[in-house]
Each structure stands twice: as structure tokens, then as C-alpha cells.
């Protein structure tokens, strides 16, 4: 199949939508994508507040500017698919319905999280609603997604894998490796790769040969495609397609969604070394969320309606931190638990004699292996 | 003729000391060598334009361009391979890979190939590449971003590995890296960045590969440790000198490989008791080739069996309070001591 080709501007305001008579399922669903985009946004606004108040730790990912792209992507996905992404996950994790509160006590690394306060920011999960990871190795997620779509052949379920990677990553060998497995064994996967301009302080056209991550596919005869990354119905429509082409014809594909990080690479990181104040300001003109907002008057939805849903979002971010404050922090002494199956204790046990110092209490006495 | 000798004119000659950070002491031996010797050059993600990811390489590619201060795009096997053929054809590469968490991604180009070349091909081509990254916990950064592999690669025949733990070391072994003829991993490690110290700005000053040094004199016992490891562990020897009265000796590895145990045996066998202290997983780790070597050498002398304190054998969890929990931190090391020493 050719790749086929759409350029990196921006549109203004999708007005598509707008025409013809317009039913109020269409506007309430709407609604709610733009509810859960302004969720992220509010969600990451409060996660750089909560980090500069030393509450959240470690590297903080924020995706604020990429909302279209993520909500996009993941309301394309079936209930069966699943779903692997890089460290910038708390949108994807957000979008796919993983509680805020869930989310943000993991952020403060509490008992409630969605991985109990193990994984941070980098490192959501939930596995139940078929979120297998946010991980932290550029590209290491790409060759564990691809395992994740041959196990959903070899047990003959009709479901896709969306892999999310950023720009930066489609130079590391696993994209290459991946990409050939992928479409040797016709896995049902497409790689979603973000491309938010930057890879850290490394623009796309300072990293990549071919910075069209999409055409990159065709060495692997696999389909290739570009999507404007902000506009909602577009990251959808391409989704859904290259999603069921996935799940029911066994042909993976790339999806190179073009959009933009307001924020640093990590709170830590300025976001300016490397780019203008005003081609950050260029890029919040179009902002993804007001686009759909204006997309949902057009479409007839109430003023009102929209500012409700940007204060439901507000109060869920709000209800987030007071749900993480409460939540414990992890017990010390099941430090080790969840290091391997349960059972493993038996094995090793016959290790402790001779553990350097504080290994009994804080390793064998604390779950290892229970 | 060499490089060294054909561009004296070149190196600033500057004498005394300077207190500057560990991070400052590494770009002073950087931008020494580079002056120094043509064939030197950096390479890595963001040590360009963006200075490094933590500042090491800042104000290098405005003073030497991007030939010699190459960005690379975020393909770890591709460019260390890279720089391990560049110094088969004689040029001094220094490598910077962002974490030390990235370089498994390398682990062949390293293992397979750079510490191989010269044994295999029977002495005939050498890899003089030079590998710095920095190692270490302790920021929250989670099971993915907070390991110290150096037992990995110490362990390696046919690599050198240092890994520094104060700015004078820093400089002195950086450079000393850079005019080996051999392929020498550099540890360095993100809390101590920041870390200030005296600097000796003598450009011909480097600290010879395989000599500990005595970081703090004593009788009563030895503690050996490395990097990081060896911060907590002075400060933890100050407090057993106020707390306890007891003296201990600080030995500092700074190399690796080639380890020097002499140094480690003479001071053991005045004390008599060994605790060695790592930021990583003491199993099959630096710890526990520093046991072997102490019981094999020094059996005779030692009242107590060697102690090693060393990261809780768990990928690192996120929570701050299991984090702490999980690091050899100071009170896990006193503990140790005293219980070495027989006073618990
Ligand atoms: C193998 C590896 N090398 C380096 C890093 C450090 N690092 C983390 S994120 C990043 C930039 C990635 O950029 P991109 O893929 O464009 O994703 P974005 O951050 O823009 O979402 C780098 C270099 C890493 N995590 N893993
Ligand atoms: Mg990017």
C-alpha cells in the first residue's frame, strides 16, 4: 500500500463537522472527548504545580498541547485493544479511563496508585482496561508491544495493538527490528509515533535522515500515514481505520501524528535552550482543546455545556489530589514484594546465609517472592 | 610523532588550584584534552546544543563546533559502534551516553566489540574510545533509571573502568582516560555533579588508572567504596569518629578495573576488618570481588568477615520512603560498621 502524504501545518478550526443537521448523541460525544482533553490538560498543569512542590518526584513527562493526538488515539481503540506507550503516558493512562485519583497517587508514589506507588510518572499501568505500560528506555516498549501482538494471534483474539513512541525513537534499532517483525509475521499493531517536533532539545530534522517517520515504513512494506496531530477527528478517523485494518486484515501500520509539547521535555527542563517563545506561542494559537471547542459551537452545543465540561474536568483534578493526599505511602516492609512470582520465597530461601548487611530484613523478610 | 607533542603551544599553562564542581572539573578535562590533542572529540545525545543533559559539556561546541562536538540522535548501539571504529583508526572519541541505564542498549558495541579488539585480533589495532556516563539512585527516578552496572563491565576483560568520586579525580581520571590506549568506561554519578572541590589546573595532571587513593586515614577498621558510594561512606567516618570514637580508613577505588588491591590489603591488614560499600547490587557485584580478593589476600589479618552494603537487591520502586529504604544509605553503613566492629 503507497504511503500517503499530509504536511506537518496546522489547520485552523475543523469545521467539517459543522455541517448538515447535527443529532445530540454526536454533540454529547463530542462533549466528553473534549471533556477528557481538558482532564489532561488541567492534569498535567497540576502535576508541574504538585512537582514544584515536591510532592512528585523523579522525571515528569507532561504532554500539555498534545491532547487531540492522545484522546484521539486511544477513543479510536476498542475495549479489547491495548495499549503500550513510552514515559509520556499520563494523558494516554488518563484518556484510556484510568481514574485520575488512581493516576495522581501514583504521581505521589502512594499505595493507591496504579501501580502502588512502584512506577512514577514514567511507569502507569492498568492492566485491566488493557493499559500495559508506560515505559522508560526510548524505544524498548516497541519490540514488548510487538510480543503483545503476536500473543494476541497466537490466541487467535480479535484485537490491535496502539504502540506509542515519540519522534525520537524511531532511530534506535528497536523501531527497525520491530517494524520487520511486525510485518513479517503481519501482527496486528500500529506504531503511533508522536512526533511533537523535539526529541528533548533534538529537533526532527537535527535526529532523523527521513524526519517523515512515516515513510519509514514502506522498507518494511507496511503502510504509512500522517495525521495533523491537533485535530481531533482527523488522529481518530486515521486510528480507527489503520486499528481495523490491523484487527481484521493482520496488516500493521505506522501513524505519524504531528503535534506539539508547550512544556519542557520534563518539568525540569525550561523548554527554551532549544526553541523560541514565540514558536511556543505560534503552536498555543491553535490550540488543540479550543479547536474543539470551537468545533462544538458550530455543531450547535451550548456555551454552557462547554464550560461545564472544563469545570467537571477542573473538579476531577481537584478531587485527584485530595484522593493521592490520603492515600498511604507504600509499607517498608513489603519493599520486596512483587519482585518475582509468589512461590519464589522457597527458592530463596537456601540464599540467606552470608547476605550482605540489611539484605534479611529489607529483601527476604520483606516479600521476596511471596 | 604524536598530537601531544606537535600542539604544545596550544594547552593553557595554568598552575595552583581552583575550587570548581565535579561537572566543571569534567569539562576543564575535556576542553584540555580537546586543546591538547586534535583527534580528541565528544559525542552523545544533547552535548551540543543543549550543552549536555546535565550541563557537563556547556560552552564545548561554541569553543570547539560541531565537528568536534557532535549531537547524535537518541541511537545509543549506533554511536558508541561509531566511536569504537572511529578509535580504531586512531581518533580519541569520548562518548557521553545521557544514563548509564542507556548504555545496556550499547552492551554489544561495549562488550562484544570495544573490549575485544585488541585480544582478538592479536594486538594488532587498539580501541582507544573513552565512555562517560554517569550512574546512581536516589532521585526517584524509578526501577529503569537508577542502576550502577559498573560490576558488569568491571568484570570484562579487555575494558577499564573508573568511576571518580570527587572533582580533583574526576578531571585527573577523565584524562587520563583520554590518552589510554585501551577502551575506559567512566562512571560518573548524577548527586555528586554538584559536589565542589580543589581542582588542580596544572594541564599536564592526571591521576594514573589502577591506584586507589586513601581518602581518609585511620586504624580501627576499612571501608572501601567508590564514586557516590564514597561520599556517604566519609561522612558516615566522620560520624563514627564523633559518635563512637571509632577510626576508620576510607579507601577510595577510584579504578575498576585494573583494581588495586594492594592498596585495599595494606590497609586491611593494619585494621583488620573490611566493610565494603556500593551503590549497586552487591551480588556478583564490586562488593563482592573486593570480599574475594580480601579474604584471599589478607585471611591471616582479618578479626571479623568482610560486611558489604550495597543497594536492596529490588529494581528500584518509586516511592521516596521505599527508595531510602532501598539505598545504602548512611545509617545502613554505620549499622554495618558497628556490627563489623562487634559493638551491636
Ligand atoms: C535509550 C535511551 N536513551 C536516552 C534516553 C533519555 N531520554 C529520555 S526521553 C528522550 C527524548 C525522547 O524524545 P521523543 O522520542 O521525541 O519523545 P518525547 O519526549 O518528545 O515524547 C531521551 C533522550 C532514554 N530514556 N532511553
Ligand atoms: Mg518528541
Given at each position: 500500500?503507497?504511503s500517503?502524504?499530509t504536511?506537518?501545518?496546522?489547520?485552523?478550526?475543523?469545521?467539517?463537522?459543522a455541517?448538515?443537521?447535527?443529532?445530540?448523541?454526536?454533540?454529547?460525544?463530542?462533549?466528553?472527548?473534549?471533556?477528557q482533553m481538558?482532564?489532561?490538560?488541567?492534569?498535567?498543569?497540576?502535576?508541574?504545580?504538585?512537582y514544584?512542590?515536591?510532592?512528585?518526584?523523579?522525571?515528569?513527562?507532561?504532554?500539555?498541547g498534545?491532547?487531540?493526538?492522545?484522546?484521539?488515539?486511544?477513543?479510536?481503540?476498542r475495549?479489547?485493544d491495548?495499549?503500550?506507550?513510552?514515559y509520556?503516558?499520563?494523558?494516554?493512562a488518563?484518556?484510556?479511563?484510568?481514574?485520575?485519583?488512581?493516576?495522581?497517587a501514583?504521581?505521589?508514589?502512594?499505595r493507591?496508585?496504579?501501580?502502588?506507588?512502584?512506577?512514577?510518572?514514567?511507569?502507569?499501568?492498568?492492566?485491566g482496561?488493557?493499559?500495559?505500560?508506560?515505559?522508560?528506555?526510548?524505544a524498548?516498549?516497541?519490540?514488548v508491544?510487538?510480543?503483545?501482538?503476536?500473543?494476541?494471534?497466537?490466541?487467535g483474539?480479535?484485537?490491535a495493538?496502539?504502540?506509542?513512541?515519540?519522534?525520537g525513537?524511531?532511530?534506535?534499532?528497536?523501531?527497525?527490528?520491530?517494524?520487520n517483525?511486525a510485518?513479517l509475521?503481519?501482527l496486528?499493531?500500529?506504531?503511533?509515533?508522536?512526533?511533537?517536533e523535539?526529541?528533548?532539545?533534538?529537533?526532527?530534522?537535527?535526529?532523523?535522515?527521513?524526519p517523515?517517520?512515516f515513510r519509514?515504513a514502506?522498507?518494511?512494506?507496511?503502510?504509512?500515514e500522517?495525521?495533523?496531530g491537533?485535530?481531533?477527528?482527523?488522529?481518530?478517523?486515521?486510528?480507527?481505520?489503520l486499528?481495523?485494518?490491523?484487527?481484521?486484515d493482520?496488516?500493521?501500520?505506522?501513524?505519524?501524528?504531528?503535534?506539539?509539547?508547550y512544556?519542557?521535555?520534563?518539568?525540569?527542563?525550561?523548554?527554551l535552550a532549544?526553541?523560541?517563545?514565540?514558536?511556543?506561542?505560534?503552536?498555543?494559537?491553535?490550540d488543540?482543546?479550543?479547536r474543539?471547542a470551537?468545533?462544538?459551537?458550530?455543531?450547535?452545543?451550548?456555551?454552557?455545556?462547554?464550560?461545564?465540561?472544563r469545570?467537571?474536568?477542573r473538579?476531577?483534578?481537584?478531587?485527584?489530589?485530595?484522593?493521592?493526599?490520603q492515600?498511604?505511602?507504600?509499607?517498608?516492609?513489603?519493599?520486596?514484594?512483587?519482585?518475582?512470582?509468589?512461590g519464589s520465597?522457597?527458592?530463596?530461601?537456601r540464599?540467606?546465609?552470608?547476605?550482605?548487611?540489611?539484605?534479611?530484613?529489607?529483601?527476604?523478610?520483606?516479600?521476596?517472592?511471596? | 610523532m604524536?598530537?601531544?607533542e606537535e600542539m604544545?603551544?596550544?594547552t593553557?599553562?595554568r598552575?595552583?588550584?581552583?575550587r570548581?564542581t565535579?561537572r566543571?572539573?569534567l569539562?576543564?578535562?575535556?576542553?584540555?584534552?580537546?586543546?591538547?590533542?586534535?583527534?580528541?572529540?565528544?559525542?552523545g545525545e544533547?552535548?551540543?546544543?543543549?550543552?549536555g543533559?546535565?550541563?557537563?559539556?556547556?560552552?564545548l561546541?561554541?569553543?570547539?563546533?560541531?565537528?568536534?562536538?557532535?549531537?547524535t540522535?537518541?541511537?545509543?548501539?549506533?554511536?558508541v559502534?561509531?566511536?569504537?571504529?572511529?578509535?580504531?583508526?586512531?581518533?580519541?572519541?569520548?562518548?557521553?551516553?545521557?544514563?548509564?541505564?542507556?548504555?545496556?542498549?550499547?552492551?554489544d558495541?561495549?562488550?562484544?566489540?570495544a573490549?575485544?579488539i585488541?585480544?582478538?585480533f592479536?594486538?594488532?589495532?587498539?580501541?582507544?574510545?573513552?565512555i562517560?556516563?554517569p550512574?546512581?539512585?536516589?532521585?526517584?527516578?524509578?526501577?529503569?533509571?537508577s542502576?550502577?552496572?559498573?560490576g558488569?563491565?568491571?568484570?570484562?576483560?579487555?575494558?577499564?573502568?573508573?568511576a571518580?568520586?570527587?572533582?580533583?579525580?574526576?578531571?585527573?581520571?577523565?584524562?587520563?582516560a583520554?590518552?589510554?590506549?585501551?577502551?575506559?568506561l567512566?562512571?560518573?554519578?548524577?548527586?555528586?555533579?554538584?559536589?565542589?572541590?580543589?581542582?588542580?589546573l596544572?594541564?599536564?595532571?592526571?591521576?594514573?588508572?589502577?591506584?586507589?587513593?586513601?581518602?581518609?586515614?585511620?586504624?580501627?577498621i576499612t571501608?572501601?567504596?567508590?564514586?557516590?558510594?564514597?561520599v556517604?561512606t566519609l561522612?558516615?567516618?566522620e560520624?563514627?569518629?564523633?559518635?563512637?570514637?571509632?577510626?576508620?580508613?576510607?579507601?577510595?577505588?577510584?579504578?575498576?578495573?585494573?583494581?588495586?588491591?594492594?592498596?585495599?590489603?595494606q590497609?586491611?591488614?593494619?585494621?583488620?576488618?573490611?566493610?565494603?560499600?556500593?551503590?549497586?547490587?552487591?551480588?556478583?557485584g564490586?562488593?563482592?570481588?573486593?570480599a574475594?580478593?580480601?579474604?584471599?589476600?589478607?585471611?591471616?589479618?582479618?578479626?571479623?568477615p568482610?560486611?558489604?552494603?550495597?543497594m536492596?537487591?529490588?529494581?528500584?520502586p518509586?516511592?521516596?520512603?521505599?527508595e531510602l529504604?532501598?539505598?545504602p544509605?548512611?545509617?545502613?553503613?554505620?549499622?554495618?560498621?558497628l556490627?563489623t566492629?562487634?559493638?551491636t
Open positions: 500500500m503507497p500517503t502524504r504536511p506537518i501545518r496546522k489547520r485552523s478550526a475543523s469545521v467539517e463537522v455541517q448538515g443537521p447535527v443529532s445530540a448523541e454526536a454533540i454529547a460525544s463530542r462533549l466528553a472527548r473534549f471533556e481538558c482532564l489532561i490538560r488541567n492534569f498535567e498543569e497540576e502535576a508541574e504545580r504538585q514544584k512542590a515536591a510532592r512528585i518526584g523523579g522525571y515528569c513527562h507532561l504532554s500539555s498534545q491532547e487531540a493526538m492522545t484522546v484521539g488515539a486511544v477513543q479510536a481503540m475495549e479489547h491495548l495499549l503500550v506507550t513510552g509520556r503516558c499520563h494523558g494516554f488518563l484518556a484510556r479511563g484510568v481514574p485520575p485519583q488512581a493516576v495522581m501514583e504521581l505521589f508514589g502512594r493507591d496508585g496504579c501501580a502502588h506507588g512502584r512506577g512514577g510518572s514514567m511507569h502507569l499501568l492498568d492492566a482496561r488493557g493499559f500495559l505500560g508506560g515505559w522508560g528506555i526510548v524498548g516498549q516497541l519490540p508491544a510487538t510480543g503483545v501482538a503476536l500473543s494476541l494471534v497466537r490466541q483474539r480479535t484485537a495493538v496502539l504502540c506509542e513512541l515519540g519522534d525513537a524511531v532511530n534506535m534499532g528497536a523501531w527497525h527490528e520491530s517494524l517483525l510485518s509475521w503481519r496486528p499493531i500500529v506504531y503511533l509515533v508522536v512526533n511533537n523535539y526529541g528533548m532539545g533534538t529537533s526532527v530534522q537535527r535526529a532523523s535522515a527521513e517523515e517517520a519509514r514502506a522498507a518494511y512494506r507496511m503502510h504509512g500522517r495525521v495533523d491537533d485535530d481531533l477527528d482527523a488522529v481518530a478517523e486515521a486510528t480507527q481505520r486499528l481495523s485494518m490491523a484487527r481484521t493482520r496488516k500493521p501500520a505506522v501513524l505519524e501524528a504531528v503535534t506539539y509539547r512544556r519542557g521535555h520534563s518539568v525540569a527542563d525550561a523548554g532549544y526553541r523560541t517563545r514565540e514558536e511556543i506561542a505560534a503552536h498555543k494559537e491553535h488543540p482543546i479550543e474543539v470551537e468545533s462544538l459551537l458550530q455543531m450547535g452545543a451550548q456555551e454552557s455545556e462547554i464550560a461545564h465540561a469545570e467537571r474536568a473538579a476531577a483534578v481537584a478531587e485527584a489530589v485530595r484522593f493521592a493526599e492515600s498511604p505511602p507504600p509499607e517498608l516492609s513489603a519493599l520486596a514484594e512483587g519482585v518475582y512470582c509468589h520465597d522457597i527458592q530463596f530461601a540464599m540467606r546465609p552470608g547476605s550482605p548487611f540489611g539484605e534479611q530484613e529489607l529483601v527476604f523478610d520483606a516479600g521476596l517472592g511471596r | 604524536s598530537a601531544v604544545p603551544a596550544m593553557e599553562a598552575s595552583g588550584v581552583e570548581m565535579y566543571e572539573a569539562r576543564l578535562a575535556m576542553r584540555e584534552e580537546m586543546l591538547r590533542d586534535e583527534r580528541v572529540f565528544l559525542m544533547e552535548v551540543g546544543l543543549f550543552e543533559a546535565y550541563k557537563v559539556s556547556a560552552g561546541l561554541a569553543q570547539f563546533g560541531p565537528d568536534r562536538v557532535r549531537d540522535p537518541i541511537s545509543e548501539e549506533g554511536f559502534g561509531a566511536g569504537v571504529g572511529a578509535a580504531m583508526l586512531g581518533e580519541r572519541p569520548i562518548v557521553e551516553i545521557m544514563t548509564l541505564n542507556f548504555l545496556l542498549v550499547a552492551m558495541q561495549v562488550v562484544n566489540h573490549a575485544k585488541r585480544a582478538m592479536g594486538g594488532e589495532v587498539g580501541c582507544p574510545i573513552v562517560r556516563t550512574g546512581g539512585a536516589g532521585n526517584q527516578l524509578t526501577a529503569q533509571h542502576q550502577s552496572f559498573e558488569w563491565f568491571a568484570g570484562t576483560p579487555g575494558l577499564k573502568v573508573v571518580p568520586s570527587n572533582p580533583a579525580d574526576a578531571k585527573g581520571l577523565l584524562k587520563a583520554i590518552r589510554d590506549d585501551d577502551p575506559v567512566v562512571i560518573e554519578n548524577l548527586p555528586i555533579y554538584k559536589e565542589k572541590g580543589e581542582v588542580p596544572d594541564p599536564e595532571f592526571v591521576v594514573p588508572i589502577g591506584r586507589a587513593a586513601i581518602a581518609r586515614p585511620g586504624k580501627d571501608l572501601i567504596a567508590h564514586s557516590f558510594a564514597t556517604r561522612a558516615v567516618a560520624r563514627l569518629a564523633q559518635r563512637h570514637g571509632v577510626d576508620a580508613e576510607v579507601v577510595d577505588l577510584r579504578s575498576l578495573r585494573p583494581l588495586d588491591v594492594e592498596t585495599v590489603a590497609s586491611v591488614a593494619k585494621t583488620n576488618r573490611a566493610v565494603c560499600v556500593e551503590e549497586g547490587w552487591p551480588s556478583y564490586v562488593t563482592a570481588e573486593l574475594a580478593r580480601i579474604q584471599s589476600a589478607c585471611f591471616d589479618d582479618l578479626d571479623a568482610v560486611e558489604r552494603v550495597g536492596a537487591e529490588v529494581p528500584l518509586y516511592a521516596k520512603n521505599l529504604a532501598a539505598m544509605g548512611e545509617d545502613r553503613i554505620e549499622a554495618a560498621v556490627h566492629l562487634g559493638r
